[in-house]
C-alpha cells in the first residue's frame, strides 16, 4: 500500500475509485468480498480506492472505523493507495484522530462534507483544528453551494492543510459552475479532483482544466473507466465521449434512485463481490429496484470484461 506523501502525480497515476463497503448480514466487515472487489478494481489498472460516501462511512462506530482501516490496509496490493475519511460531524473528526494516528500508513484521509447544521467559518475552523491534530495534510470534500466559500478554501490550502479537493457539486450543465471557477481562481487546478463519476469528468478536464476524476461505477467497469481516464488525459475528448456513453445507462440509474444504493448494489448484482446489507441508516434496493439495476449492471460488467479479453 502506498504510504509516502501526497503528490500531485498520485491523484492523475488512476481512477479515483469511491468503492462500496462489504458487509456480512450481522454487518461486521467482510474481508473476503472487499478483497474480491478491490482485486476487482486493481486488475483494470485502478489502484486508488476512497472510502467515503459509496462506502458509508458517514455511519460507522468508532470501533468498526479502526476495524476498516486496519481491514483496507491489509488488503490494498502493494501499489495501491488507500484513502479513507472521516467525519462529517466535529466530535467524530476529534474522536476519529486517535484511530488515524494507530494506522498511521495512510497518506492522507478525506473529511466527509456537513450540510447541516454547519457554516462556512465554522467548517473551515474544524477542518483546521483536524488536520492540525491528525498532522497531515487532508483531502477537502466539497459536495455542496456554501459548505465552504473558495476564500476558505484557497487559506486552508496556503496553510499547507490540504492536499487536495474533491469537487462534486451537481450542476444542471457543469460548464457553468461559477463556484469551481472562483475555486480556481483561488488554488490550482492540479490539486482539484472531478468528484461526481464520469458524467461531468469531461466538461470537468476541458472547461476547467482538472487532471483527475473519482468514480463509483468504476466499481462496476474499471477497464472502461481506466479507458476514459486515458482518452481525458491525453485530450481525446472524441473517444472520451464514446465511453462516457457506456456508464450513462447506471448513472441514470443511481441519479434517478440513489447513487450510493445503486452502487452498493449494483457490484452485487454484477457478480463482481457480494456487497451484503447496507448499514443504517441507508437500505438495499427494493426487489422491483434490483430488477431494473441488474440487467444494466450486468451488461456494464460484461462490456468491461470483453475490454480484458481483447487485450
Ligand atoms: N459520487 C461519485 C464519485 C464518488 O464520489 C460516484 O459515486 O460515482
Given amino acids: 500500500m502506498k504510504t509516502s506523501p501526497v503528490e500531485v502525480a498520485d491523484l492523475q497515476r488512476s481512477v479515483i475509485s469511491v468503492p462500496p463497503l462489504a458487509r456480512r448480514s450481522d454487518l461486521s466487515l467482510d474481508a473476503a468480498a ?26 460507522i462506530g468508532l470501533q468498526q472505523y479502526a476495524e476498516a482501516l486496519g481491514m483496507l490496509a491489509e488488503s490494498a496490493g502493494a501499489q495501491s493507495w488507500v484513502i479513507p475519511s472521516a467525519g462529517p460531524e466535529f466530535g467524530r473528526l476529534q474522536d476519529q484522530v486517535a484511530v ?14 456537513l450540510t447541516f447544521p454547519a457554516t462556512p467559518d465554522g ?47 451537481v450542476r444542471e450543465d457543469p460548464r457553468e459552475d461559477a ?20 458524467r461531468p469528468a469531461i466538461d470537468h478536464f476541458r472547461h476547467f482544466g482538472l487532471r483527475a476524476f473519482t468514480s463509483g461505477s468504476v466499481c462496476v467497469a ?10 481525458l488525459q491525453r485530450g481525446d475528448y472524441e473517444q472520451a465521449e464514446s465511453i462516457r456513453q457506456r456508464f450513462l445507462p447506471i448513472e441514470d440509474l ?12 449494483a457490484v452485487t448484482l454484477g457478480g463482481i463481490a457480494d456487497m451484503g446489507p447496507m448499514l443504517p ?15 444494466v449492471a450486468r451488461d456494464l460488467a460484461s462490456l468491461d470484461a470483453s475490454m480484458a479479453d481483447a487485450a
Fill in 34 to 59: 472487499n478483497q474480491a472487489l478491490i482485486r476487482y478494481l486493481e486488475a483494470g489498472d485502478v489502484t486508488t480506492l476512497m472510502y467515503g460516501g459509496n462506502a458509508n462511512f458517514y455511519h
Fill in 100 to 113: 488515524l494516528r494507530e494506522h498511521s500508513d495512510f497518506p492522507t484521509v478525506m473529511v466527509l462534507p
Fill in 123 to 169: 467548517v473551515a475552523t474544524g477542518v483546521r483544528h483536524f488536520a492540525e491534530a491528525y498532522g497531515k495534510k487532508i483531502i477537502l470534500y466539497v459536495k455542496n453551494e456554501g459548505y465552504l466559500t473558495p476564500e476558505l478554501v484557497g487559506s486552508l490550502v496556503d496553510d499547507g492543510l490540504v492536499c487536495a479537493i474533491k469537487y462534486a457539486v
Fill in 179 to 198: 463556484l469551481l471557477r472562483a475555486i480556481l481562481e483561488r488554488v490550482d487546478a492540479s490539486i482539484v479532483i472531478s468528484g461526481i463519476g464520469e
Fill in 222 to 231: 474499471p477497464r472502461s473507466s481506466t479507458a476514459l481516464r486515458k482518452a
Fill in 254 to 265: 443511481r441519479d434517478g434512485i440513489s447513487p450510493i444504493r445503486i452502487l452498493h448494489d
Fill in 281 to 295: 441508516m441507508l437500505s438495499n434496493l427494493s426487489e422491483a429496484e434490483r430488477a431494473k439495476v441488474q440487467p
